[in-house]
């Protein structure tokens, strides 16, 4: 479990690095088709902020997927609804704000700076009105301007610690009172 803790800040500082050093934000030198799916990733970006249900069945494939960690599962319309649903719901000022972007052939890369006001149970942890910002990489693989496949890596030990941040605190001075108090 260590070893996944260490390795996972590693992994999201060389995917920033490669970002970086190959980022065509500018847009120069792109064929049509590169062109193409980054204008479509920006719209499912705005439209992951917005919980749009129609962007949502406009650009998501029939058979789309998304991959996080070991696990893949279905990417349709109605789960990407429901996942940003639940994330609007617990940060409702939730922004999925593109740091860079580039892409290369059918796939298209995106370093998102995550934010929000925890105003929710999110990840099962209560409410604390903490800010919270998030590194998350994500490439996405488009097949005639339709997503077809997401690979998702994000820094969910750091999310896990802003959302427990007010948690922590709160048990730690509930602790200290009760030991002035014997």
């Given at each position: 479990?260590?070893?996944?803790?260490?390795?996972?800040p590693i992994l999201i500082?060389?995917?920033?690095?490669?970002?970086?050093?190959?980022?065509?934000?500018?847009?120069?030198?792109?064929t049509k088709e590169e062109?193409?799916?980054i204008e479509i990733?920006?719209?499912?970006?705005?439209?992951?902020?917005?919980?749009?249900?129609?962007?949502?069945?406009e650009i998501l494939d029939t058979n789309a997927v998304w991959y996080y960690r070991d696990k893949e599962m279905p990417n349709t319309?109605?789960?990407?609804?429901?996942?940003?649903?639940?994330?609007?719901?617990?940060?409702?000022d939730m922004n999925y704000g593109i740091e860079k972007i580039f892409a290369?052939?059918?796939?298209?890369?995106?370093?998102?700076?995550y934010t929000g006001t925890h105003e929710d149970t999110l990840l099962g942890y209560p409410p604390t009105g903490n800010k919270i910002s998030v590194g998350k990489m994500v490439i996405y693989r488009l097949k005639n301007k339709r997503k077809v496949e997401t690979w998702v890596v994000f820094d969910e030990h750091l999310l896990r610690k802003q959302l427990s941040k007010k948690?922590?605190?709160k048990t730690i001075v509930h602790y200290l009172n009760i030991k002035r108090s014997i």
């Open positions: 479990m260590k070893t996944k803790k260490i390795l996972l500082i060389l995917l920033t690095g490669v970002l970086s050093s190959c980022s065509n934000n500018s847009n120069e030198n792109l062109a193409t799916n990733v920006k719209k499912f970006s705005e439209a992951m902020n917005n919980v749009d249900y129609d962007v949502f069945k319309p109605e789960s990407e609804r429901k996942i940003q649903s639940n994330w609007k719901s617990a940060l409702p290369q052939k059918d796939q298209v890369a995106v370093l998102y700076n948690m922590i605190t």
